[in-house]
């Protein structure tokens, strides 16, 4: 108090991260999740992101279960994990991912996150240097525009194509890229697309990047939950060819996202990563931020190991079985268009046919409303980067899923034009 008056507080907000965190999706969800009507007495059903784990159909197996009791119970992992992950699960995941590689991954390639958006930060929190520029796919997972516009990152976006089962345009990368552009992000099995790239479309990429002097990052996180006719081929398998950051995690294909447990993965024989400092800053990022816990750590080997077969199969035929009930369902909604089935991952892409639909203005008004008047979520596009479309995430239980996509027919025929 100066002179009998209060001083002014000096006191603000970062307002970089007001703007960019406006952009996620959980600022997003949130917003859908106060918008819903109290007195609704039915189930809410959550189709806005890919997190089935509290479905009694999606259960992790106990396999892995019984892996984080051993290793907590032992008492040998109650301390602080090194800044890149304890050796015996950076080892795992090594062996883990080079059995899809024509060579073979070191732990020293390896380097332990708390899940995969954590890696998205720590990757573009490496990469931001003055000027610099990283291509992103449009429709994207929204975490990496976030961490570039709270970074002041630059980004360009190359269009994924409905119309080609959602591929990507390799020549508008070319387009995009300059002398600042540093890195192309791929996805793949794809979100929030459900796609599958294959082998050959892979290697053009690769062959791209190594033309224009720039290293993917491939975001893996569903790798392996595929379900059509395309096997899941990782990026790594052109590490040769162009130097492929890999972004994985156990969360989706053990459905588990809240152990918190992902990697970087550096593919990258020829060690350009290494001689351009990539590397060294991605530690340096990590030796600042936040390791997974100890435990869960020490229990990977074990989850990697010794989950059976069936499990995953168990999960691949819920997740076809919930792809073709989206898909057929879907075509039945008159202002919906839905212009390929999903191969992979838990998510489809639903575009809304505007000349049938009166009192909603954009996508996102449509799940706002959607959400107060039928107790059901789901994504906007405009946050995936693409207005007037919706993300649907299929991964609950069937009938859930037939509930669910029951209440959005309902509420689309509400709506339609008279």
Known sequence: MENGRVKKWGIR??????RASGVTMSSVLNALMSNLNASDKRGLIPMGHGDPSSFPSFRTTLDAENAIVRALQ??????????????????????????????????????????????????????????????????????????????????????????????????????????????VVIINPGNPCGNVYSYELLEKVAKMGRKLGIFVIADEVYDHLVFGEKPFVPMGVCGSMVPVI????????????????GWIATNDPNGVLQKSGIVECII????????????????LPQILSET?????????????????????????????????????????????????????DNDLD???????????IVLPGIVVGMSNW??????????SLEDGLGRIKEFCQRHCKK
């Open 246 to 261: 890999t972004i994985g995690s156990i969360s989706k294909r053990w459905i588990v996202p809240g152990w918190r447990l």
């Open 74 to 183: 032992s008492a040998d992992f109650n301390c602080y994990s090194s800044t890149v992950g304890i050796l015996l699960a950076r080892r795992a995941i090594a062996e883990y991912l080079s059995q899809d590689l024509p060579y073979k991954l070191s732990p020293e390639d390896i380097y332990l996150t708390l899940g995969g958006t954590h890696a998205i930060e720590i990757i573009l929190t490496a990469l931001n240097n003055p000027g610099a520029n990283i291509l992103l796919p449009k429709p994207g997972y929204p975490d990496y525009e976030a961490w570039a516009a709270f970074g002041h990152l630059d980004v360009g976006h190359f269009d994924l194509l409905p119309e080609k089962n959602w591929e990507l345009d390799h020549e508008s990368i070319e387009a995009l890229a300059d002398e600042n552009t540093v890195a």
């Open 390 to 399: 919706l993300r649907i995430t299929f991964a609950i239980e069937p009938s």
């Open 308 to 360: 059976k077969d069936f499990f995953f199969s168990k999960i691949k035929s819920l997740l076809r079985q919930a792809a073709n009930i989206s898909y057929d369902r879907i075509k039945e909604i008159p202002c919906f268009d839905c212009p390929q089935k999903p191969e992979g991952s838990m998510l489809i892409m639903v575009k809304l046919n505007w000349s049938l639909l009166e009192d909603i």
């Open 284 to 299: 340096g990022c990590l030796n600042v931020s936040s390791s997974p816990v100890t435990f869960i750590q020490a229990a």
């Open 366 to 376: 449509f799940c706002l409303k959607l959400a107060k008047e039928e107790f059901v």
């Open 13 to 18: 907000g970062n307002k970089e991260l007001k």
